[in-house]
């Protein structure tokens, strides 16, 4: 990368479709590895978001990725701005304490929220404004949940499993809940100029019949969207699990970027893509990352990259979901490194 180049701008430009003199790279989500490799928890974060975000600086500012998904692994916060309970797991990421919507009529209620209801939302949008400050050369990604993913949160899954067969009208309204509340929460972010891009995990649309997702869900993802990239942010769209039978439906959702899981190869993705987005992934997070050796990590970045054709234009190299939060940095660090070796 040139000298003259920071981060931010450099993946701007990836994003931009241009060629690259380096092999960008990037840790995707990473946050509740980060958490725990800094002591931070995760209940606390409100009580001290500008030492939580001295800390995060630190980290990641030692750390060779072009992009840090900042706040990723608190996805959930909005919720508590339509009267949802956070339940703190440790380690794991918060979750709600119980379902918010059993009808239709809840999640329309619900039409009108107010995110200043949210004090961790709060919090963490303050965290990621000292982080920007501390931060100005590196691309910043906000991250929170897509519609169907909000939707499995906010319901009993039992519920939601037989609304799946019988009812889209529920699905749809609360896919369009889910919307509310990540708009909600970029919307802060967004008029503060704090971000260069936000970030939708959405792997949960593998649990639905592709009909469904084409017709109901993938349509609100469109809409989150082309919402943020009308106020002039990039947006990445991540998918795990068994994404085959809906692999070509994803660019789909005007998302600039969308990494992928191991389910399907690196290099099928791109020759899907590559003429539409940016393709990110999809080196084994868990069997290489995680669990490998040095020669295993540098082996499977070589194979992920030369399945690439052309790997200095419209991709980026990251793991294949997120870091277990109890990676050796060392393993992290040896996966960055590899990416100058890969070319």
């Not at 800094?38 to 990641?60: R, W, Y």
């Amino acid at each position: 990368m040139d000298a003259m180049m920071d981060r931010r701008t450099f993946i701007r430009r990836v994003l931009q479709g241009e060629q690259s003199d380096r092999l960008p790279r990037a840790l995707f989500g990473a946050g509740l590895w980060a958490y725990r490799q800094t002591g931070l928890q995760i209940e606390h974060l409100a009580m001290n978001p500008s030492g939580s975000a001295e800390n995060l600086v630190g980290f990641f500012g030692e750390l060779d990725t072009d992009i840090i998904f900042a706040g990723s692994g608190l996805n959930t916060f909005p919720a508590e701005a339509i009267g949802g309970k956070l339940a703190f797991r440790g380690e794991q990421a918060p979750l709600l304490s119980f379902p918010l919507i059993q009808k239709t009529e809840d999640a329309r209620y619900l039409a009108n929220m107010d995110i200043a209801d949210s004090p961790s939302t709060l919090a963490l949008v303050e965290m990621i404004g000292h982080m920007r400050k501390s931060l100005p050369g590196h691309f910043l990604c906000a991250t929170s949940w897509g519609p169907f993913t909000w939707a499995m949160l906010l319901c009993d899954w039992n519920l939601l499993r037989d609304k799946i067969a019988t009812d889209k009208i529920f699905i749809r309204e609360v896919c369009e809940l889910g919307v509310r509340l990540s708009s909600a929460f970029f919307g802060l972010l967004l008029e503060r100029g704090l971000i260069d891009g936000i970030s939708v995990p959405e792997g949960a649309v593998t649990l639905v019949p592709v009909d469904l997702y084409r017709e109901v869900i993938l349509p609100e993802e469109r809409r989150l969207f082309a919402w943020v990239k009308e106020r002039g942010v990039y947006c990445f769209l991540h998918q795990c699990g068994n994404i085959r039978p809906q692999i070509d439906l994803y660019p789909e959702t005007g998302a600039d970027c969308i990494s992928v899981d191991v389910g399907v190869p690196i290099g099928e993705v791109y020759r899907l893509y590559h003429q539409r987005v940016v393709i990110a992934g999809n080196v084994d997070v868990v069997n290489t990352i995680y669990g490998g050796d040095s020669a295993l990590r540098c082996n499977a970045v070589s194979d992920c990259v030369a399945e690439i054709a052309d790997p200095r234009r419209r991709y980026i190299l990251m793991p294949s979901c997120d870091l277990p939060p109890d990676t050796p940095m060392r393993n992290v660090k040896e996966f960055l490194a590899c990416a100058d070796l890969a070319l």
